[in-house]
C-alpha cells in the first residue's frame, strides 16, 4: 500500500531503504567546521550547521508525523519538539547519520503522542477523520512541488482512516517501514521494541490495511471525471444523475466533530446518501454565497467548499472504483480547517 506550519505540501519524497545504523553507533566523527579563530565562531558555525542538517530532513520529519498523527497540528508540534531536542545535543560526539537520528526522534515522539490522541478521539462526537491536505487545482494540472509532504496514496483518507484503526504501536511501524523503508532496528527503537517484535507488528498492520482498506481505482482521470459527475449532479439538483455515480454500497462519513450540523453515523447506501446530500444543498447551504473548487485532497481529487460570508466550509474527499463513488469523507469541523487559506481557493 505505501509508495508524502499550516501550508499543505507535496514535495516527492522516495522512501528508500539505507541501512541506516541505529542511534547507538552514532559517535563517529563526521568533521569539524572551520573556524577562523575569533572567540565562539565554532560555536556559531555549530549551530548553523545544525540548522542546516534539520531543514535538510524537515519535510521527511513532518511527512512521518502526519501520517502516524493524522493532524496537522500535531504534526507541526512533534517536529518542533524534535527540533528542541535536536538542538540541545551536546557538539561532541557529533551525530553520524542525523536523517536516522532525527526519524527515529521525531516517531518516538508521535508515538508517544498517539497514546493520548487515541484517547480523546474515543471520546470524540461522530466520526473522526484525520485532517485534510490540499493540492494545487486539479484543472491546473500538476501541482507544483512544495515544501512538506507527497500528496500521494500513503496519505490518501481512505488510508489514514484505516490506519486509524490501529494500534499505536501498528501504525508507527506499519508508517515507518512500509512507508519510508525504515529498518526494523530502529524502529525498534522508536516504539521501545525488539526488532523481531516490530517486524510482527508492522506485518500485522500490514495484513489488515490490506484486508479494511477500499477497492478503489489508480487511474486519476477516472477518479476526477467521477467527481466532477457527482458535483454537477449535486449542483443541479439532479437525483437520478447522483444515483448513477454513486455505488450501491457507498458510504458517507462526517466529520463536524459536534462543532456544525453533521451526521454523526456514516450514512450507508446509494439512495440515502443522495437524499443526505441533495438535502444538505437544500437546507444547509446557500448556493449564492458558496463556492465550490475541484482540488486535490490527500492525493486524490476531491472537493472544497466554503461560504464567502464566512458561515461554513468543508473538504470532501472520495473514494472511487469503477467509476462509481464508495466512501466520501467530508471534513467540515472548523478547528480541522484552520490550517487552510479559503481565501486563496
Given at each position: 500500500?505505501?509508495?508524502?506550519?499550516?501550508?499543505?505540501?507535496?514535495?516527492?519524497?522516495?522512501?528508500?531503504?539505507?541501512?541506516?545504523?541505529?542511534?547507538?553507533?552514532?559517535?563517529?566523527?563526521?568533521?569539524?567546521?572551520?573556524?577562523?579563530?575569533?572567540?565562539?565562531?565554532?560555536?556559531?558555525?555549530?549551530?548553523?550547521?545544525?540548522?542546516?542538517?534539520?531543514?535538510?530532513?524537515?519535510?521527511?520529519?513532518?511527512?512521518?508525523?502526519?501520517?502516524?498523527?493524522?493532524?496537522?497540528?500535531?504534526?507541526?508540534?512533534?517536529?518542533?519538539?524534535?527540533?528542541?531536542?535536536?538542538?540541545?545535543?551536546?557538539?561532541?560526539?557529533?551525530?553520524?547519520?542525523?536523517?536516522?537520528?532525527?526519524?527515529?526522534?521525531?516517531?518516538?515522539?508521535?508515538?508517544?503522542?498517539?497514546?493520548?490522541?487515541?484517547?480523546?478521539?474515543?471520546?470524540?462526537?461522530?466520526?473522526?477523520?484525520?485532517?485534510?491536505?490540499?493540492?494545487?487545482?486539479?484543472?491546473?494540472?500538476?501541482?507544483?512541488?512544495?515544501?512538506?509532504?507527497?500528496?500521494?496514496?500513503?496519505?490518501?483518507?481512505?488510508?489514514?482512516?484505516?490506519?486509524?484503526?490501529?494500534?499505536?504501536?501498528?501504525?508507527?511501524?506499519?508508517?515507518?517501514?512500509?512507508?519510508?523503508?525504515?529498518?526494523?532496528?530502529?524502529?525498534?527503537?522508536?516504539?521501545?521494541?525488539?526488532?523481531?517484535?516490530?517486524?510482527?507488528?508492522?506485518?500485522?498492520?500490514?495484513?489488515?490495511?490490506?484486508?479494511?482498506?477500499?477497492?478503489?481505482?489508480?487511474?486519476?482521470?477516472?477518479?476526477?471525471?467521477?467527481?466532477?459527475?457527482?458535483?454537477?449532479?449535486?449542483?443541479?439538483?439532479?437525483?437520478?444523475?447522483?444515483?448513477?455515480?454513486?455505488?450501491?454500497?457507498?458510504?458517507?462519513?462526517?466529520?463536524?466533530?459536534?462543532?456544525?450540523?453533521?451526521?454523526?453515523?456514516p450514512v450507508l447506501g446509494r439512495d440515502k446518501v443522495a437524499r443526505f446530500v441533495l438535502g444538505l444543498i437544500t437546507r444547509s447551504i446557500d448556493a449564492s454565497t458558496t463556492r465550490f473548487t475541484v482540488r486535490d485532497v490527500n492525493g486524490a481529487t476531491g472537493l472544497v467548499y466554503f461560504d464567502t460570508a464566512g458561515r461554513q466550509a468543508g473538504?470532501?474527499?472520495?473514494?472511487?472504483?469503477?467509476?462509481?463513488?464508495?466512501?466520501?469523507?467530508?471534513?467540515?469541523?472548523?478547528?480541522?480547517?484552520?490550517?487552510?487559506?479559503?481565501?486563496?481557493?
Open positions: 500500500m505505501a509508495a508524502e506550519t499550516r501550508q499543505t505540501a507535496e514535495t516527492h519524497e522516495t522512501a528508500q531503504t539505507d541501512d541506516m545504523p541505529g542511534t547507538d553507533d552514532m559517535p563517529e566523527t563526521d568533521g569539524t567546521p572551520e573556524t577562523d579563530g575569533t572567540p565562539g565562531a565554532d560555536r556559531i558555525t555549530g549551530a548553523d550547521d545544525r540548522l542546516a542538517r534539520f531543514e535538510e530532513q524537515r519535510t521527511r520529519l513532518w511527512a512521518v508525523a502526519y501520517r502516524i498523527m493524522g493532524t496537522v497540528t500535531d504534526a507541526d508540534d512533534a517536529v518542533q519538539e524534535t527540533w528542541l531536542r535536536w538542538q540541545a545535543l551536546p557538539d561532541d560526539p557529533p551525530v553520524a547519520n542525523p536523517r536516522g537520528y532525527l526519524t527515529t526522534v521525531v516517531s518516538r515522539i508521535c508515538y508517544d503522542l498517539l497514546g493520548s490522541a487515541r484517547a480523546r478521539r474515543e471520546m470524540y462526537v461522530g466520526p473522526w477523520l484525520p485532517e485534510p491536505l490540499l493540492g494545487a487545482p486539479t484543472a491546473a494540472g500538476p501541482a507544483a512541488p512544495e515544501d512538506r509532504v507527497t500528496l500521494d496514496e500513503s496519505v490518501g483518507m481512505a488510508l489514514m482512516t484505516v490506519l486509524e484503526r490501529l494500534t499505536p504501536a501498528e501504525r508507527t511501524a506499519f508508517v515507518l517501514h512500509d512507508v519510508f523503508a525504515v529498518p526494523f532496528p530502529e524502529i525498534a527503537e522508536a516504539v521501545g521494541r525488539t526488532p523481531e517484535s516490530v517486524r510482527q507488528l508492522a506485518s500485522r498492520a500490514r495484513k489488515r490495511v490490506r484486508a479494511e482498506a477500499p477497492r478503489r481505482t489508480v487511474d486519476r482521470a477516472e477518479h476526477q471525471r467521477t467527481v466532477e459527475a457527482f458535483l454537477s449532479a449535486v449542483m443541479g439538483g439532479d437525483f437520478a444523475a447522483l444515483l448513477n455515480v454513486l455505488d450501491p454500497e457507498v458510504v458517507w462519513r462526517s466529520d463536524g466533530g459536534g462543532k456544525v450540523s453533521s451526521a454523526r453515523r473538504v470532501l474527499a472520495f473514494t472511487v472504483d469503477g467509476g462509481r463513488i464508495t466512501e466520501v469523507d467530508a471534513v467540515t469541523n472548523p478547528d480541522k480547517l484552520g490550517h487552510l487559506d479559503f481565501d486563496s481557493l
